[in-house]
């Protein structure tokens, strides 16, 4: 079975300051890691996803997130929150092998960017 | 590309009543996903498809919930008889490659 965590409900980042929000998993196999981001009122967007290779990901708006074995994390980050950034954020986990399109989801973490 | 479609996006009904969501995935994917979010239970996979047959229903809470993708460009996701408990949103997803879905606007679904 797989399982993601997201510790925190919520993060509160000023405007301009590094953000960070976490996630681990627990996963057998070799994990298929992806930050999805929900603004309100809509579906879920793809940020950016870690298959293998670099353990820096670089995605959308500015995103990026490392990925990090020893500690099965995969923290989501940024140098510079934006107002704009702020919406709830999904951390999910896949497993390279069969059902590697189903993916689990964490319960979301809210960013507010406040100005 | 108009991406993942769902119909309607709001609907409204009362206990007892049959609802039908409806979704048309971006054309090409092979991988159609059916998700219910609930501010209780978070993001919750109920069933998905690959070629239009399910490959795992084991989410899908009761037999109350059924869903059917008769060909590739359209699937649907009936509850009956409803129930107050269902209201949520309901998301369907798109992808052709593993893990990267497409998500659809989806359903708020009120049961009164």
């Known amino acids: 079975a797989q399982s993601v965590a997201q510790p925190e409900d919520q993060v509160n980042v000023a405007e301009g300051n590094p953000l960070t929000v976490k996630c681990t998993y627990s996963?057998?196999?070799?994990?298929?890691l992806f930050w999805y981001v929900q603004y309100p009122n809509r579906g879920l967007q793809f940020l950016l996803k870690y298959i293998t290779g670099d353990n820096l990901v670089k995605g959308s708006y500015g995103f990026e997130a490392e990925f990090n074995k020893s500690q099965t994390s995969f923290h989501l980050k940024k140098p510079s929150a934006l107002v704009s950034d702020s919406a709830l954020y999904f951390c999910?986990?896949?497993?390279?092998?069969?059902?590697?399109?189903?993916?689990?989801f964490g319960k979301g973490t809210k960013l507010s960017v406040i100005p | 590309d108009a991406g993942v479609i769902q119909s309607p996006r709001h609907e409204v009904t009362e206990m007892g009543q049959e609802v039908t969501l409806r979704c048309k995935p971006i054309?090409?994917?092979?991988?159609l996903f059916w998700y219910r979010q609930t501010m209780m239970r978070g993001l919750e996979l109920l069933i998905y498809f690959n070629n239009n047959v399910p490959i795992d229903d084991s989410g899908m809470p009761e037999d109350r919930f059924s869903a059917k993708m008769p060909n590739a460009s359209f699937s649907t996701l009936k509850i009956q008889p409803s129930e107050p408990r269902d209201s949520a949103v309901y998301f369907c997803a798109s992808t052709w490659e593993p893990g990267t879905q497409y998500f659809g606007p989806g359903t708020r679904l009120l049961v009164l």
């Open positions: 996963v057998s196999g070799n994990p298929y």
């Open positions: 999910a986990v896949g497993y390279s092998g069969a059902g590697s399109y189903q993916l689990t």
């Open positions: 054309s090409g994917h092979d991988y």
